[in-house]
C-alpha cells in the first residue's frame, strides 16, 4: 500500500486514567511520577488495558494502517523503560538540564546498566492480541537515555550509551518475540546535542540494533509541542549522519517546524515517517492540507518511501482533536492513493 498511516507512538490517555491537567504542566518525567495516575494502585494495571483497548479502537476507528499501544501505561516515553534497568537508583534522582536548559530529575546511573526482564513484552503482547493490524511498539533510544542520566558509575558517556544499547537490543528481540511488525527507538536528543551525537549516537544506536531482522524506526523530533512551544528551526542539526544507521525508517517532523523537505534527500534507502501533523494547533487540518505537507516531500522522498504520520506523539491533544487529525491523515492518504492509482 501506498501512504500507509501511522502514528509516532503515543495517543491521549483518558483524564479518568491520569490528571492530564497536571501531566501537560509538568516537564516530560524522567523518573517516576505515579502521583499522576488517578487509580488506586490495585486497580490500575486493569484501567490501563481498557484505555490501551479504547487507544487501540480508536485508531482502528480512525483507519490507520499500523497501530500502537498509544504508550498509555507510561507516564512519558522515556521513564517506564529507563527506570527500570539494573544500575539505575529509583530511590535517589540524579539532576541534569532539560533541552530548555531547567534542570529535571532524571535515572542515576551507580551500577552496570543490564535488563534483568522484559519491560514492554506484556505490552507488546496485549496490542498483538487486540489488533490484525501491523503493530508497532517505542522505546527510548540509548543515547537520548544517556543525555537524561546522572552518571555515577562509568564516568564516560559513550560507555554509558553502549549498555543502554545492549538493554535495547534485549528488549528489541523480545518485542519481536512478542509479536511486533515494527519497533521504534525514539531519539530525540540527537537533534538537540548533534556534536556529542556525531561522535557515538549512531555506534551506539546500531548495537542496538544488531542482529534484528524486523522493521525498526528512529524517532527524531524537536520536542513535545506543548513543551518546547513554536520556535522550532526548518532543519535538522542531525540527520544526514543517519544514513549509516542499520534502522529501516526515520521518523520526522515536518508540519510544525516547516520542514526544508530538501533535507530529506540525504535519506536516501530509508523509509520516512513523514509527520504532516501539526501538534501545537488546537485545529483538525483539512485532508488537502495533509495532501500539501505529503506533495512536499515528493521531489525528494519516493512515493513508496513515504508512511503518513503527525510530528510527534498526539499525547498532550485533547482525544477529540487526536483524533479528528487521525481521519484528516487517511483522508489526506487516500486521496494521495488516488493520485497515484
Keep these: 500500500m501506498l501512504f500507509p498511516v501511522s502514528l509516532v507512538g503515543s495517543y491521549p490517555q483518558p483524564d479518568w486514567l491520569i490528571d492530564r491537567a497536571q501531566l501537560a504542566g509538568h516537564t516530560v518525567p524522567r523518573v517516576r511520577a505515579k502521583h499522576l495516575w488517578r487509580i488506586p494502585e490495585a486497580y490500575l494495571a486493569e484501567a490501563q488495558r481498557d484505555a490501551t483497548l479504547l487507544a487501540i479502537r480508536a485508531q482502528e476507528e480512525a483507519g490507520l ?157 524537536f520536542g513535545y509541542a506543548a513543551m518546547v512551544g513554536s520556535n522550532k528551526p526548518n532543519r535538522y542539526a542531525f540527520l544526514d549522519d543517519l544514513r549509516d544507521c542499520t534502522c529501516r525508517q526515520v521518523s520526522l517532523e515536518t508540519a510544525q517546524p516547516r520542514l526544508d523537505c530538501s533535507t530529506l534527500r540525504g535519506l536516501t534507502g530509508k523509509k520516512i515517517l513523514l509527520g504532516v501533523i501539526d501538534l501545537s494547533a488546537m485545529t483538525i487540518e483539512s485532508p488537502e492540507t495533509v495532501v500539501q505537507r505529503i506533495e512536499a516531500a515528493l521531489p525528494y522522498v519516493a512515493a513508496e518511501d513515504i508512511i503518513v504520520a503527525p510530528d510527534c506523539g498526539m499525547k498532550y491533544l485533547p482525544r477529540e482533536i487526536a483524533f479528528g487529525k487521525m481521519r484528516a491523515m487517511v483522508e489526506g492518504a487516500r486521496e494521495m492513493r488516488r493520485r497515484f492509482g
Design 65 to 221: 494502517d499500523i497501530i500502537t499501544d498509544g504508550e498509555i501505561r507510561r507516564e512519558s516515553y522515556f521513564n517506564r523503560f529507563a527506570t527500570a534497568l539494573d544500575g539505575i537508583d529509583i530511590e535517589q534522582a540524579g539532576t541534569t538540564l532539560s533541552r530548555g536548559g531547567r534542570p529535571v530529575s532524571v535515572p542515576r546511573i551507580v551500577g552496570p546498566i543490564t535488563r534483568r526482564r522484559p519491560v514492554e513484552v506484556e505490552d507488546m503482547a496485549f496490542l498483538r492480541a487486540h489488533t490484525r493490524r501491523l503493530a508497532k511498539i517505542t522505546l527510548p533510544g540509548p543515547f537520548t537515555m544517556t543525555q537524561l542520566a546522572q552518571d555515577d558509575y562509568y564516568g564516560d558517556e559513550e560507555q554509558v550509551a553502549m549498555a543502554y544499547a545492549e538493554a535495547v537490543n534485549e528488549e528489541i528481540r523480545d518485542l519481536f518475540a512478542a509479536g511486533a511488525d515494527i519497533v521504534q527507538i525514539d531519539e530525540p536528543y540527537m537533534q538537540a546535542q548533534p556534536d556529542k551525537a556525531r561522535r557515538y549516537a549512531v555506534k551506539a544506536l546500531n548495537r542496538a540494533l544488531a542482529g534484528i531482522e524486523g522493521t525498526t524506526v528512529v524517532h527524531m523530533c
